[in-house]
């Protein structure tokens, strides 16, 4: 049986010292390569919390999440970083662009914090904006852009790199329904042709019923 690329196994997460709230309670998850799996629940059940432990901007009070078998908090901050730059895209509700800087600089910064130069960073920008439908739009800053084209920039941004997995936390929830179905077939599409995994958190219907496998976060708990 192949390896799952990402493994929660046994994963607790909890908040405060006095009257402390568990937010994970010993959650199990196995997500194949390639696979697209949508995360549905109640508003503050915790699905962005397991988004973000699973891509170690936040750590778990117990329990391990591995990628491709490695123990992530096993690892040091600066190795967890430099998974993170390699290995993991992530696509947020709010796009998080740098707003002085233009579609194609805000999708060289993965590259440039990578190390790479302008000269390998800007053509593999390029090309992903032309992908996602943005090459006449290259020099246009986020002010300058539509809601679905400033989400279009951050999903360009996540796969830059091409990146193995996918994070997305709430990609469509700021946008207006037709634009919220452009940006969940371009996820879908990328998925699909490129074999990107996905991990989707989101209250769209028609977003998690695309997916592979729809899950529900309840009590602290995947169903």
Known sequence: ??????????????????????????????VAAGEAVAIVGQSGVGKSTLLHVLGTLD????????????????????????????????????????PDF???????????????????????ARAVLERVGLGERLTHKPGELSGGEQQRVAVARAIALSPRLVLADEPTGNLDPGTAAEVQRLLMDLNREQGITLIIVTHNEAFAASAHRTLRLQDGELR
């Open 1 to 30: 049986m192949t390896e799952p690329l990402v493994q929660a196994v046994g994963l607790h997460k909890s908040y405060g010292d006095g009257r402390r709230i568990d937010v994970l309670i010993d959650l199990d998850l196995q």
């Open 59 to 98: 750590h778990p009070t117990g329990g391990k999440v591995l990628f491709d078998g490695v123990d992530l908090f096993s690892l040091r901050e600066r190795e967890q970083a430099l998974l993170r730059n390699r290995e993991i895209g992530f696509v947020f509700q709010f796009h998080h662009l740098l």
């Open 102 to 124: 233009t579609a194609l600089e805000n999708v060289m910064m993965p590259g440039l914090i990578r190390g790479m130069n302008t000269g390998e960073a800007e053509p593999r």
